[in-house]
């Protein structure tokens, strides 16, 4: 089993910049595929990025390609998510979760879940 706590999130204007953090607890970070989701008020919760066990690939939602970045230090059990040229649109609560396994983009496919941070972007 792994707990998950997300930190970061805040108010931002737009076309600014926030990194998203997730320190898990237990042993066996590295053997979990990490992703970031997101939920919007009234929207369903989306898929942001995923990351390998390794931290070697990582992927993305087609829309914040270039934009977002996803990455992990497994020594510090740690998950990052970079996110620039921040929008308005880019304000939702911003859940880490971890895998073992199924397919990257679905929420379905993770197990354990941060409680989320909030993130909001200005206009």
């Known amino acids: 089993q792994v707990q998950l706590v997300e930190s970061g999130g805040g108010l931002v204007q737009a076309g600014g910049s926030l990194r998203l953090s997730c320190a898990a607890s237990g042993r066996t970070f590295s053997s979990y595929r990490m992703g970031w989701f997101r939920q919007a008020p009234g929207k369903e919760r989306e898929f942001v990025a995923a990351?390998?066990?390794?931290?070697?690939?990582?992927y993305y939602a087609d829309s914040l390609k270039g934009r977002f970045t996803i990455s992990r230090d497994n020594a510090k059990n740690t998950v990052y998510l970079q996110m620039n040229s921040l929008k308005p649109e880019d304000t939702a609560v911003y859940y880490c979760?971890?895998?073992?396994?199924?397919?990257?983009?679905?929420?379905?496919?993770?197990?354990?879940w941060g409680q989320g941070t909030q993130v909001t972007v200005s206009a």
């Open positions: 990351i390998t066990r390794s931290g070697g690939t990582s």
């Open positions: 979760a971890a895998s073992t396994g199924g397919s990257y983009g679905y929420a379905d496919s993770y197990r354990y």
